[in-house]
């Protein structure tokens, strides 16, 4: 098939997805299509099947149980024939959701509540979304605030580089971009600061863009001259050997003038698979300081405080419900809570704690242990130098499948999800998963290696080493 045929072909498929959308929001009506599916779902018309793509368990484990066979519906009014709808989680749309979510969800309830929406004074340009201000500290991420807090007061830098790590959702973005707020108000008493905040993705793309360009002078300028660097998912420029020569060069002109460099990453510098040694030598001569799960203070704190934020009366032993089962991280709580509101309002109802409990009874089983699959799709993918996301796509390389492997085995022996659970969780079917696991289990039993590739070429390792030195860093 020539590129002109397949375009026109996605094209006919993207239409018709758009077409089906518009019949279902006419069938469950907009204010259930805008809590469901408007925010971070995706719906695509594939093969002989219906794939909706949706950012977390929650919004899947929903859009099955109520709007699976109203799908299903749709599309074989829409296509002519029946076609099984497939559910799959996909972390890249979870970016999207991050930016939105918790903002326009939260005012579609308080309309739905109180018949009107909230109105926020936007924040200008140069500020970020987070303050340190708002930032709920605990056991389990003190010292971390403390460090960011004395970084951002600093006049001279305490610690270079400041390293922030730890599992999905815990709280490092809000470090990141709470310090840059902190640092720009502080230093503007003294004198202009000048800050940037990026993610290594960001950092990546713009490099290549001013190279194709030409135009690495420019780049180097912009980010060669702050005063403050923060860079974000640093274990993105894993493999990624000329942008980490670049940020190297940008790193040793930024410390070497005495300004700050801040940087986050889901795993620890050793354990981002690929970075060069000057680059993990340079991280951990710094301030290297990791961000744990949250407390069950911390959890009951946030959600209070969310609550408050959402005009949301919500039971006190709801609240002590949701924190005591929900363990993973912070963004995981503000989502339970998102979606206890989201009902209450489409049903017209209170927040009950039966409620919670029927709502969250998918989520709850998922995360009753003391290992999650987020945990271990964050460190494995660090280690093997790839994307969480690669996870979850249908990528085949040697290293991405390599990974894959990986987490399944682990997801299987570590958590209580199940093999369909974690097909699902991963973008594949069970069966996927049973045969992930079986080769794991004969290359340990056989004293086998696991083998993958990188821009140095082959590597390979131990498989019961391999799974001791992961296992290591989810704690």
């Known amino acids: 098939m020539d590129t002109a045929t397949e375009s026109v072909r996605a094209d006919g498929a993207e239409k018709l997805a758009q077409q089906m959308l518009t019949v279902l929001q006419e069938r469950i009506g907009p204010q259930k299509f805008k809590a469901w599916f408007q925010h971070g779902t995706r719906v695509e018309i594939e093969d002989g099947h219906v794939r ?61 509540t109180h018949g009107r929406g909230r109105s926020r004074v936007a924040p200008r340009p140069t500020q970020l979304r987070h303050d340190l201000a708002e930032f709920v500290v605990g056991d389990s991420n003190r010292l971390a605030y403390s460090t960011a807090m004395a970084t951002a007061e600093a006049k001279t830098p305490p610690f ?98 005495g300004h700050q460099i801040v940087l986050a990453s889901d795993a620890h510098p050793r354990m981002v698979g690929e970075l060069t040694e000057q680059l993990i030598s340079r991280f951990v001569a710094g301030m290297v300081v990791k961000v744990e799960p949250p407390d069950l203070t911390t959890r009951l704190e946030i959600l209070r405080r969310h609550a408050r934020g959402m005009k949301l009366n919500v039971p006190v032993e709801v609240l002590e419900f949701v924190a005591m089962h929900v363990r993973v991280s912070v963004r995981e709580l503000e989502g339970s809570l998102i979606k206890l509101a989201a009902l209450s309002a489409l049903e017209n109802g209170q927040v009950t704690l039966q409620m919670a409990s029927d709502a969250l009874s998918d989520h709850l089983a998922r995360t009753d242990s003391a290992i999650t699959l987020g945990d271990i799709e964050a460190v494995t993918a660090a280690y093997f130098g790839i994307t969480p996301a690669d996870l979850h796509s249908t990528r085949r390389t040697k290293t991405v499948s390599a990974a894959r492997m990986v987490a399944m085995f682990l997801a299987r022996r570590h958590t209580r999800m199940s093999y369909p659970e974690i097909g699902r969780f991963m973008g594949k079917n069970h069966s996927s998963v ?42």
């Open 52 to 112: 909706v793509s949706v950012p977390n368990p929650f919004v899947a484990n929903w859009i099955e149980t109520h709007y699976q066979s109203e799908i299903a519906d749709v599309a074989q009014g829409q296509t002519g024939q029946a076609r099984p709808v497939v559910v799959t989680i996909d972390p890249t749309l979870t970016g999207e959701l991050r930016k939105r979510q918790l903002d326009s969800q939260a005012q579609i309830v308080d309309k739905a």
């Open 160 to 257: 270079n580089p400041l390293f922030i790590h730890g599992p999905c959702g815990v709280g490092k973005t809000h470090l990141l971009q709470g310090l840059c707020n902190a640092a720009s108000r502080l230093r503007h008493q003294g004198g202009a600061a000048t800050w940037r905040y990026v993610t290594a993705e960001q950092f990546t793309n713009e490099f290549i863009s001013s190279m194709r360009a030409r135009k690495l002078d420019e780049f180097r300028a912009r980010y060669r001259k702050l005063s403050l660097l923060a860079i974000d998912d640093v274990h993105f420029l894993a493999a990624k050997k000329a942008t980490q020569e670049e940020f190297l060069h940008t790193f040793n002109s930024i410390a070497g003038s």
């Open 434 to 475: 049973v045969l992930a696991v079986q080769r794991m289990e004969a290359l340990l039993a056989n004293g086998g290696e696991v083998i993958w590739s990188t821009p140095a070429g082959r590597k390979s390792m131990p498989a019961n080493k391999l799974i001791d030195l992961l296992k290591e860093n989810f704690g």
